[in-house]
């Protein structure tokens, strides 16, 4: 019976590991996106005078920060609020390590790119 508990928080931490993996990579496109967006910015909106650019910019930043939260915090803050705080460092320690595995590997390609 011991060994069935075992394997059952076995899963259930695999789980929340595949979900941070998952929350990781949509965290990872979403940035690859708004750094896509900045850089084409100027050819598809033209040169932004006065006050508008850098109110775009602030804006884009804070919409940034939100939907990072969301994606890093919201899935283990949901697991917390559940009770299932063991559950919930899992899953936000899974979305961490994945987000470091993703960083280290960027900078390793761009190592071996230059």
Request: charged share 10%; proline share 2%.
């Amino acid at each position: 019976m011991c060994w069935l508990i075992s394997i059952n928080k076995f899963m259930n931490n695999q789980k929340h590991a595949l979900i941070g993996f998952f929350l990781a990579i949509g965290l990872f496109v979403y940035v690859l996106l708004v750094v896509f967006f900045l850089s084409h910015a100027e050819r598809l909106f033209g040169k932004m005078q006065g006050l508008i650019a850098p109110a775009t910019f602030l804006l884009l930043f804070v919409f940034s920060a939100l939907v990072s939260g969301l994606l890093v915090l919201g899935y283990p803050l949901w697991l917390y609020f559940e009770g299932r705080k063991k559950e919930a460092l899992v899953a936000f320690g899974s979305v961490v390590g994945w987000l470091f595995l993703l960083l280290v590997g960027l900078l390793t390609w761009r190592l071996l790119n230059q």
